[in-house]
Antibody, heavy 116, light 108 residues
């Protein structure tokens, strides 16, 4: 059974950066595609980008190009999402999800609050 | 980027009734790589349907998906109380995935 465990909640100031982690177990990390999805309060789901660790080259949604960085460490089976130049509207729950015929396993979500 | 438009925005039905949710794409979804998710408050989404009509592991057979090209449908044949939630479609036919805005299924 695949498990994705994310890092804890963060409070950040506008203009700063945040890095969220997603520790995977039970699957084949290197070849499993993994995506990041966010959900602002009361809003819908928004795909941010994804990566296949063995290939290492991520894809990013156009909206986040230049501000987002997705990486994966095969030695620790952990994926990371880094978002820079944070704005108040980046306040959201950030999810990682395994991408295999749809997003079949999800992390528990990480709340990132941007506040001065 | 493929834009997905879901309708209706809100659907009010009673337990036992049939629910039909629509997802329309701005261009053809390659290989019908269209998924449906259910989300309840405070929870991560749950995969229901992949490849437009494949039922994910453990999903009851009252959930079914259909459609191809640009028009897709999620049908819940007989609503149970636990089915009232928000439903999202998602396309993964290109390297840049997108979600629809969601349909809220509420108890009438």
């Amino acid at each position: 059974q695949v498990q994705l465990v994310q890092s804890g909640a963060e409070v950040k100031k506008p203009g700063s950066s945040v890095k969220v982690s997603c520790k995977a177990s039970g699957g084949t990390f290197s070849s499993d595609a993994l995506s990041w999805v966010r959900q602002a309060p009361g809003q819908g789901l928004e795909w941010m980008g994804g990566i296949i660790p063995i290939f290492g080259t991520p894809d990013y949604a156009q909206k986040f190009q230049g501000r987002v960085k997705i990486t994966a460490d095969e030695s620790t089976t952990t994926a990371y999402l880094e978002l820079s130049s944070l704005r108040y509207e980046d306040t959201a729950v950030y999810f990682c999800a395994r991408d295999q015929k749809g997003f079949d396993f999800w992390g528990q979500g990480t709340l990132v609050t941007v506040s001065s | 980027e493929i834009v997905l438009t879901q309708s209706p925005g809100t659907l009010s039905l009673s337990p036992g009734e049939r629910a039909t949710l629509s997802c329309r794409a701005s261009q053809t979804v390659s290989s019908n790589y269209l998924a449906w998710y259910q989300q309840k408050p405070g929870q991560a989404p749950r995969l229901l349907i992949y490849g437009a009509s494949g039922r994910a592991t453990g999903i009851p057979d009252r959930f079914s998906g259909s459609g191809s090209g640009t028009d897709f449908t999620l049908t819940i044949s007989r609503l149970e109380p636990e089915d009232f939630a928000v439903y999202y479609c998602q396309q993964y036919g290109t390297s840049l995935y997108t979600f629809g805005q969601g349909t809220k299924l509420e108890i009438k």
